[in-house]
């Protein structure tokens, strides 16, 4: 049976992690934010419908949920775009 100790520097990081995001990591939370709120906000609004018919005041609240979602994804996506279009190399 071979042994995996020898292999442990290949597969593990150089640098020690000490448990913490980076600052890149945080930057990247910080962008998708706003569509993780809308999600929640979409998820609450059809949580609170889910053991009664829905009223017409529970479907606009869901609608406007999923508009939100919706342009929250829109703005995370032109974001993106923006950023690896001036992120190019020269």
């Known amino acids: 049976?071979?042994?995996?100790?020898?292999?442990q520097a290949a597969v593990t990081a150089a640098v020690p992690f000490d448990g913490e995001p980076s600052d890149a990591e945080l930057d990247a939370i910080d962008r998708e934010m706003p569509l993780v709120l809308a999600d929640v906000a979409l998820l609450d609004a059809?949580?609170?419908?889910?053991d009664r018919t829905p009223s017409e005041l529970d479907h606009q609240r869901i609608r406007r949920a999923r508009r939100r979602v919706l342009a929250a994804r829109r703005e995370l996506s032109n974001l993106s775009a923006v950023v690896s279009l001036s992120g190019g190399a020269a």
């Open 46 to 50: 059809q949580i609170m419908t889910i």
């Open 1 to 7: 049976m071979e042994s995996i100790a020898a292999l």
